[in-house]
């Protein structure tokens, strides 16, 4: 349980990192160039980070994250590793305040707390947090259609609605898209380590975890594109979790919370999580490590004064 747990708190801090880094240099970018990015657009802009060294150390970390989380995937189950990875946010804060040379607010880390107490209740009540589970792909698969309906229903409904509604649904359907990646990369990675590469190049999950994975990208973008920031990171934030738990116990084989200690323990958890991500996305440095903004206007100390 230690080595899941490690990995998936390991994977989440590298993707916090990357994304820190890839921030730091499209800033960077920008900041030296701003005639050229406004007027050449997004081919200029990825021209110019392709030839910086802090933007590729922020990819390569990336893929480190990524084999992590693979790896803690395929050592435990999707129920237990994903719910490790809303740590990101609790990386992603002081990160940014590191670069900005400020300290995080006294809530922001009251809130951290809380998404500690929520996966230290999900880790420490017994029966809450599956750590191993074979999968049922006849219900992973019905998963994956219960899940793409509702992601198209939720961008049917986001079309209709008020643009702060929209961004939220849109978020919610992002952070579904990223839960079913999450299913299929334990998929995929148990093909590549028990039945090799051309058996998996010929199975259905890898190519499902390059459509959710994209899809999940596409619709984060739109969300946070579409704003109020601060609810649309933690609508996608909060869901992912949740959606990976609920597919991780009904969609693999493992023993279902079925206890009244373990039922406590799922709510007491998620409510944790979810108040824990929620108060955290509405810090300025997070708002600001996933917009790019280049100052913040509030009452985080500067390490300078």
């Not at 998404?115 to 994956?144: E, K």
Request: charged share 10%; proline share 5%.
């Amino acid at each position: 349980m230690v080595l899941v747990i490690a990995l998936g708190v390991l994977a989440a801090f590298l993707f916090a990192a990357a994304g820190y880094l890839q921030q730091r240099a499209a800033r960077t970018v920008v900041a030296e160039q701003p005639r050229a990015a406004r007027v050449f657009g997004m081919t200029t802009l990825m021209q110019r980070l392709l030839r910086s060294g802090t933007w590729l150390r922020g990819w390569i970390t990336n893929l480190a994250g990524f084999f992590t989380q693979a790896v803690a995937l395929h050592l435990g189950s999707v129920a237990a590793v994903q719910p490790l990875m809303s740590t990101q946010l609790l990386f992603a804060v002081p990160l940014e305040a590191f670069g900005r040379r400020r300290r995080p607010r006294g809530r922001d880390i009251w809130f951290a707390l809380l998404v500690c107490a929520g996966l230290g209740v999900l880790f420490g009540v017994g029966g809450v947090a599956p750590l191993a589970g074979d999968p049922d792909r006849g219900r992973v698969l019905l998963a994956t259609f219960s899940a793409a309906g509702l992601v198209a229903l939720l961008a049917l409904i986001s079309i209709r609605c008020p643009i702060w509604v929209a961004a939220n649904l849109v978020a919610v359907a992002a952070g579904v898209c990223f839960a079913m990646s999450a299913v299929f990369m334990k998929l995929t990675t148990e093909d590549l380590v028990y039945r090799g590469v051309p058996a998996t190049a010929t199975d259905w999950p890898g190519y499902l975890l390059a459509v959710s994975t994209l899809s999940g990208l596409v619709l984060e973008q739109t969300a946070f594109a579409a704003g109020p920031l601060p609810w649309a990171i933690a609508a996608m934030s909060v869901t992912n979790p949740i959606v990976s738990y609920v597919v991780g116990v009904l969609a693999f084989k493992v023993e279902l919370p079925h206890t009244p200690g373990a039922l406590a323990g799922v709510a007491v958890a998620g409510a944790l999580i979810a108040a824990g991500i929620g108060g955290l996305a509405h810090s300025p440095l997070a708002r600001a490590f996933y917009a790019g903004n280049k100052e913040i206007t509030d009452e985080s100390p500067s390490l300078m004064s």
